[in-house]
């Protein structure tokens, strides 16, 4: 499976402020996911992101709080904008198997707490 | 929306005791997965399910794909304190190559 890193792995921020992101893969990734996971909750899914495209947002989730970048195939990032407490989680990334694999392997996370 | 429910929530065992946690939905899936997450990690693949009744195991851990295609069981023998962490049951959407998951079961192990 691919070797996925997130940076920051935590941060801590104030509210009204915007915190990037980043993803990188060791290995060449049609699809990426961006996942929130609230405390003490399951995984939510923010959105798909695909390389040359827009990222796709699921329901609940809108480009301007969660603008996502995906350059090249190895690398996406994702923006927390005008951050709120509310939005304190770990927000993951993760990448599909292979093509058509329903797997998904996942990075470390980022922990970020909104003061 | 397909949706997992996932049970129970919570375990509390004696190290050394079998698991057994179960997840179900409405809807068929095509593909069952069991991820693990540990405090400060993200979710570790540790089974994939592809056949209804296919049973597969990893080590000490099990999980089969019910025949209906709407659950599936994960079952952990002789459980070491390693196993603590939160497992989560997870399937892909039909028709979109992304996943939901289920709640998670939280497992405490007193040694």
């Known amino acids: 499976s691919a070797v996925i890193s997130q940076k920051p792995s935590r941060d801590i921020c104030q509210r009204g402020t915007s915190l990037t992101i980043q993803c990188q893969v060791d290995s060449q990734v049609t699809m990426m996911f961006w996942y929130r996971q609230q405390p003490g909750q399951s995984l939510t899914l923010i959105a798909t992101a695909n390389q040359g495209s827009e990222a796709t947002y699921e329901s609940g989730f809108v480009i301007d709080k969660f603008p996502i970048s995906r350059p090249n195939l190895t690398f996406s990032t994702l923006t927390v904008s005008n951050m709120s407490p509310e939005d304190s989680s770990i927000y993951l990334c993760?990448?599909?198997?292979?093509?058509?694999?329903?797997?998904?392997?996942f990075g470390p996370g980022t922990r970020l707490t909104v003061l | 929306g397909q949706q997992l429910n996932q049970s129970p929530q919570s375990m509390f065992i004696q190290e050394g005791e079998d698991v057994s946690m179960n997840c179900t939905s409405s809807s068929i899936f095509n593909t069952w997965l069991w991820y693990k997450q540990e405090p400060g990690e993200g979710p570790v693949l540790l089974i994939a399910l592809y056949k209804a009744g296919e049973l597969t195991s990893n080590g000490r851990l099990t999980a089969q794909f019910g025949i209906t295609r709407k659950d599936s069981f994960l079952n952990i023998s002789a459980s070491i304190p390693s196993d603590v962490g939160i497992y989560f049951c997870a399937g892909p959407i039909q028709g979109a190559q992304k996943l939901v998951f289920g709640q998670g079961t939280r497992l405490t192990i007193n040694p």
């Open positions: 993760s990448v599909q198997g292979g093509t058509g694999s329903d797997e998904q392997f």
